[in-house]
Nanobody, 115 residues
Framework: QVQLVESGGGLVQTGGSLRLSCAAS????????MGWYRQFPGAEREMVAH???????YYKPALKGRFTISRDNAEKKIYLNMTSLQPEDTAVYYC?????????WGQGIQVTVSS
């Protein structure tokens, strides 16, 4: 059974920063690729970033430089540091266990950037 719980979302002003956290309850976390996704109203979820077990990260190209994904294998957590937030970043953000265990999704957390 895999459980993913996101935290850290909320309301922030344009140009601000937020740090999302995802706590994972799962075996073999340290070798599992994990990711952050987001979903805009009426749209499908899109990948924000993935991080493999070693910590190497992959990003949606348009977000690289503003968003940073990281993980703490000892704590079984992943993080998403978001900077220079814009109203168009407003979305529900999801944590995902990608592979080999996956896909599993968290419940999602709202991020709202006010203009």
């Amino acid at each position: 059974q895999v459980q993913l719980v996101e935290s850290g979302g909320g309301l922030v002003q344009t140009g601000g920063s937020l740090r999302l956290s995802c706590a994972a309850s799962m075996n073999h976390f340290s070798t599992n690729t994990m990711g952050w996704y987001r979903q805009f109203p009426g749209a499908e979820r899109e990948m924000v970033a993935h991080v493999i077990g070693s910590g190497q990260a992959y990003y949606k190209p348009a977000l690289k430089g503003r968003f940073t994904i990281s993980r703490d294998n000892a704590e079984k957590k992943i993080y998403l540091n978001m900077t220079s937030l814009q109203p168009e970043d407003t979305a529900v953000y999801y944590c995902k266990a990608v592979r080999p265990l996956g896909p599993y999704w968290g419940q999602g957390i709202q991020v709202t950037v006010s203009s």
